[in-house]
């Protein structure tokens, strides 16, 4: 274990950790967005901005992105920190005004009013959808499209999201609740990525329980019998 | 040819010697990218015809950019016994001209830029003389080479073949001392000796940040891996900057020796070239040098029997600015989307496929094999205290020569805008100078005496950047100035962090208020907020220089943003919105042309006619759309702008 020091408390990192991971398990309240623990850290909502001290140099940076060093000195709640973490939500405030949680997270951080011309989006552009799809499910069906303010989490080509398992990990992770995902009848539909699939049937409790394509997809990566997925979860425990 | 020896290299010398100075007269024409532009082409071809026709004893040959672009296409007459001259501005028509009165011994005087006696062999430190005995006859007025102010103050190390050689041709990159810092490299020197030579040197990356080259290369030597990569950057994506293509056009085999250099000082066998796909020219150029060198055993498997080998391939980027920071480009060669990463972890550690990597610019490349060659000691004299050797620049806008141009560190500016640049046209008054790209700063007449290097630029809120430089004169607006790059950096931010993504947009959009009339001073709070920011939070340096237009604008020429803001006028005239027209009524000779051009009707007046004297005509504000028609078309200056 690697031993640094958060905000003057000693604390202990493993090699090849970040900063974030160490500092929220030690229990200081850092703000983020981008972050969770399921996937690789990423660093652009640029909330968790901290202050490292090393070799006698402070700089600003993401603590999700700093790797675990021996012998930093990592300040969380500096003024400069603060001042930036304020004017960063208040920008991701701007940009979706509507999110709940967005609302919250900039009141909390002392937002009292939004300078700038509000716009009407929903994603704050994190990126964990698109993340988890690759690095947990390994679906990749979503990718970020275009450059600077045009940037949008999208399926290829803006279509039908053709390799989308419809498992809802992207549903599940989405900090602000914008991927929704609904089932009717035999089908299950992703809405923000176009697609709809049918759903496989349990021949014990006759319920829909898993998208058919999902399914197929599981047996063939992990080269179970064709009869694995014929009883739904519940039913077979 | 295959080079397996010493011996080998210097008969690959010789036959480059006797097609750069053959025996009879050589016509070169300046095929790179601004000559071609210009109708080099066509030029080369009529001489090429009438060469054919005439059975003239001429060789034609094509060269690259001699830096003078705005005077392109330039056509060079070598000859033996003469002096060497140089035509700018040559037609298809004209080019005829010249070769025949050339070979009556006669010079086109209306076209001459300048003359030579001598030539600089810089890798070899020698000047190559001509041996002068003939004089053609009306060239006695036209200027030495180091006589025309374009040139005088210019040292040219980097640029050293461009213009000169033909860069198809191995053979004359060879001639003029190329390859034999490779050869000196792999048989006289150890990889360490290398590094220490080029730390010793002094030279700091060209690409923009200036990080000292040969401690890079000393830390990714150091990265133990079985595989490492040496890369160079010619994603040249600033506007107005054309440094890297001239040098890849003109020039391609002195970054390919250099690369093959640190290569082998790094302990790396495998290297890209990233190059953008919008430089057609330069990568058919890369890809004819690079087929050449293979085909001598200069670059490959076994590279001059030394057992040292080395793999370069090409890669043509996509076209985003993004690109041109080191891990979106590492990114980009690996096939993902080109974006930035942290990189707390250097390059030189984990790089392209998380291998050690090192990554230099073109022009870094270019001034390796000189640095072997002439040495550390003779290369660290020039420059200044923390910036050595030379810098190439591309000089734009509003000034007299625009071109490339090569000088030492720690030249002033003044010296770069009035001596080089031979100043401001149309006896216009110098505002500033932008350097360092989209991302650099505006820096105003009284720090024209400000030495250039790396960290004066810096200090004055600019920067080095890879080497644009864009002059402005008084008739341009620099809350305008930096709405424009901001616009350029808001649509070339890669979109990943807030603070790039939203600031840049945000800076625009406040810039875009104050340019319509409708800022605050506010406003100028709420940018040096947003700009500090963008340059502290972002992960990268796109978004960790991206402000520096709006700042340094906002720190010089503050009282330029008041106007707006506070009288709502444009001191340059240059903000529409902020325009009013105004036809003076004693000036007005009711001619009525300026109603008739009105596209929007909202002239009125009434015309003189033979018979009747008309009324002075009169714009109404209200109905005005600021599109300045009326003030082109009036021919007696009865419209005013304020």
């Given amino acids: 274990m690697i031993p640094f020091v958060i905000d003057g408390q000693p604390v202990e990192g493993k090699e090849g950790g970040n900063v974030l991971e160490v500092a929220l398990d030690a229990g200081f309240d850092i703000p983020r967005l981008c972050y969770h623990e399921s996937v690789k850290p990423y660093g652009a909502c640029r909330l968790c901005l901290v202050e490292v001290v090393r070799r006698g140099r402070a700089r600003m940076t993401t603590a999700c992105t700093y790797p675990v060093l021996e012998g930093i000195e990592v300040l969380t709640r500096t003024e400069k920190v603060l001042r930036a973490r304020r004017i960063m939500i208040e920008l991701i405030l701007a940009m979706c005004p509507g999110d709940k949680l967005i609302q919250d997270m900039a009141r909390e951080m002392g937002v009292q009013q939004v300078r700038f011309k509000q716009e009407e989006k929903d994603c704050i552009l994190c990126g964990l959808c698109g993340r988890v799809c690759e690095e947990v499910v390994g679906a990749n069906a979503i990718q970020f499209a275009f450059r600077g303010d045009r940037r949008e989490m999208i399926p290829p080509f803006q279509g039908e999201a053709m390799s989308c398992i419809a498992c809802g990990a992207c549903v599940v992770i989405c900090p602000v609740n914008v991927i929704k995902m609904k089932e009717e009848g035999d089908e299950r539909t992703i809405i923000r990525w176009k697609r709809t699939l049918k759903m496989k049937q349990c021949k014990v409790c006759g319920n829909y329980f898993a998208p058919l394509f999902q399914l197929e997809k599981f047996k063939e990566q992990a080269k179970l019998p064709k009869d694995f997925f014929d009883v739904c979860y519940t039913c077979r425990s | ?642």
């Fill in chain 2, 1 to 642: 040819m295959e080079v397996r020896t010493k011996a080998d290299l210097e008969k690959m010398k010789e036959k480059g010697l006797k097609s750069l100075y053959p025996n009879k007269t050589k016509i070169s024409v300046g095929m790179a990218t601004c000559g071609l532009s210009t109708g080099a082409g066509k030029v080369y071809e009529t001489i090429q015809k009438e060469i054919e026709k005439s059975k003239l004893p001429i060789q034609l040959s094509q060269t690259g950019c001699i830096g003078f672009c705005q005077r392109e296409p330039v056509v060079d007459i070598f000859e033996p016994g003469k002096p060497r001259v140089f035509y700018q501005g040559v037609t298809p028509e004209r080019s005829v001209e010249l070769v025949h009165q050339w070979l009556d011994n006669r010079v086109v005087e209306d076209l001459l830029l300048c003359k030579m006696e001598g030539e600089d062999w810089v890798v070899e430190g020698k000047v190559k003389d001509y041996s002068v005995q003939h004089i053609p006859a009306g060239i006695d007025g036209t200027p030495h080479y180091h006589q025309v102010p374009f040139y005088s103050k210019q040292l040219k190390i980097a640029l050293r073949n461009c213009g000169f050689i033909n860069p198809d041709h191995i053979e004359e990159y060879v001639a003029k001392g190329g390859y034999f810092s490779l050869y000196k490299a792999l048989f006289e020197m150890k990889p360490e000796e290398i590094i220490e030579e080029v730390k010793r040197s002094g030279l700091r990356g060209r690409g923009g940040a200036g990080f000292p080259t040969g401690s890079k290369w000393e830390s990714c030597r150091k990265s133990k891996a079985d595989r490492k990569f040496i890369l160079c950057n010619a994603d040249e994506g600033d506007p107005g900057a054309y440094m890297d293509r001239s040098v890849l056009e003109g020039d391609p085999h002195s970054v390919i020796e250099g690369m093959i250099i640190g290569a082998y000082a790094i302990g790396a066998h495998e290297g890209f070239i990233y190059v953008r796909d919008e430089y057609p020219l330069a990568i058919q150029k890369l890809r004819i040098a690079l087929h050449e060198a293979e085909k001598a055993g200069l670059l490959g498997e076994n590279i001059l029997g030394s057992g040292f080998s080395l793999k370069i391939n090409l890669f043509r980027g996509g076209g985003a600015f993004v690109c041109g920071e080191s891990t979106a480009l590492m990114a980009s060669i690996e096939g993902n989307v080109g974006e930035p990463r942290a990189k707390h972890i250097h390059t030189t550690e984990s790089g392209l496929w998380d291998l050690p990597s090192n990554l230099n610019n073109v022009e870094t490349w270019n001034n390796i094999p000189i640095i072997i060659s002439r040495g550390a000691d003779w290369y660290s004299r020039i420059g200044t205290e923390g910036s050595k050797g030379t810098k190439v620049f591309s000089i734009v806008g509003k000034v007299n020569n625009t071109g490339l141009v090569e000088v030492p560190m720690g030249i002033t500016l003044r010296e770069i805008v009035y001596d080089v640049g031979g100043g401001i046209p149309e006896g216009k008054k110098f505002k500033a100078v932008q350097t360092g790209g989209p991302s650099g700063g505006c820096i105003p007449e009284r720090l024209l005496d400000l030495p250039v290097d790396f960290d004066r630029l810096t200090e004055v809120g600019s920067m080095m950047g890879s080497g644009g430089m864009i002059v402005m004169d008084e008739s341009t607006c620099m809350v305008d100035v930096a709405k424009y790059f901001m616009g350029f950096l808001k649509e070339e931010s890669c979109g990943k962090c807030t603070s790039c993504r939203e600031g840049t947009k945000r800076m625009y959009e406040i810039l875009t208020e104050i340019t319509e009339g409708r800022g605050t001073m506010d406003h100028l709070d709420l940018l040096e907020e947003l700009g500090w920011v963008t340059a502290e939070a972002s992960l990268c340096q796109l978004g960790g220089t991206a402000p520096n237009p709006v700042l340094s604008t906002i720190r010089y020429f503050r009282e330029e943003y008041q106007e707006h803001i506070l009288n709502k006028r444009c001191p340059a005239k240059v903000c529409r919105a902020l325009l009013r027209y105004q036809i003076l009524s004693n000036v007005c000779t009711s001619c009525g042309r300026c109603a008739k051009v009105c596209p929007a009707e909202a002239i009125t007046g009434k015309q003189k006619t033979k018979k009747e004297k008309g009324k002075p005509f009169k714009i109404n504000i209200e109905k005005c759309i600021k599109c300045g028609m009326c003030f082109e078309a009036c021919k007696f200056k009865a419209i005013e702008v304020e």
